[in-house]
């Protein structure tokens, strides 16, 4: 049975053994350990690089060159086109009668809201 799974078939547990063993690094001896420890503990020591100032920079310059070549705020339609609307919407020339092209549950609201 392997020890990092024990539901692992023989043949699987083979193959590990073999990749172990073909990958695994050459023995070192005691100058060596000693070149590669002094090599990773001058590299935690070293300063880490600072991420942020360059992300913020790069997010602040994004947003204000969107936001020069975005256009600003759209202009609301004026009232004439509302009215243009209101006028194809109604069947009839009546603009009092705009039950008639309410859904039902419309009509029943506002019904209900009249004083």
């Known amino acids: 049975m392997s020890q ?3 539901t692992l078939p023989p043949d699987a547990e083979r193959f590990v053994a073999r990749l172990r063993a073909d990958y695994a690094p050459p023995p070192r001896d005691a100058l060596q350990h000693a070149a590669f420890t002094r090599a990773v503990q001058r ?3 070293r300063r880490t690089v600072w991420v942020w100032p360059p992300l ?3 997010t602040a310059a994004t947003a204000l060159a969107l936001w020069m ?3 600003g705020q759209p202009t609301p ?3 004439s086109h509302g009215h243009a609307l209101l006028a194809l919407a109604l069947t009839d020339d009546d ?4 039950d008639d092209i309410l859904p039902a ?3 029943d609201i ?3 809201l009249e004083l």
Do not use: F, H, Q
Not at 95 to 98: C, I, K, S
């Open 4 to 6: 990092l799974d024990p």
């Open 43 to 45: 590299r935690v020591r």
């Open 56 to 58: 913020l920079a790069a």
């Open 69 to 71: 070549v975005l256009p």
């Open 77 to 79: 339609p004026s009232v």
């Open 95 to 98: 603009p009092t009668n705009a």
């Open 105 to 107: 549950d419309y009509v």
């Open 110 to 112: 506002a019904e209900a």
